[in-house]
């Protein structure tokens, strides 16, 4: 699993920011596909606070699954034609790159269709 912040650059609104981020959804789908990712989400983050927690400080996270005998794969698609043509410019266009982090980790899952897991 990859999670990544998905900064907007300053000066862009929260409507604008994440009404190209569904366009770029869409865009990038093939992309996803042809990498081997069994699932892309996108979180549109809202200012609205929990019980006063602070909100995180981003925009969105878009979050990316792949199966781990498809992630030698998913890595070498970021390396391809189609990412640095297609996705890298559009991610240029709406998003602040030089805030741009990833985490890849694990999934672990204790609540999984509305049932408990055990782990």
Known sequence: MSSAPAPAPPGTTLSRFHHHW????SLVTKFMLDAGVVEYRQHHITRDSV????????DGIADV?????GYARFVSAFE???????VR???????DVDRMEVGIGEEVG???GGKAVEN
């Open 22 to 25: 569904r366009l770029h959804g």
């Open 51 to 58: 019980l006063g927690t602070p909100v995180i400080d981003c």
């Open 65 to 69: 699954f792949v199966r781990e005998s």
């Open 80 to 86: 391809g034609r189609e990412y640095r043509e297609v």
């Open 89 to 95: 410019p559009d991610e240029e266009r709406f998003l």
């Open 110 to 112: 204790f609540v999984v």
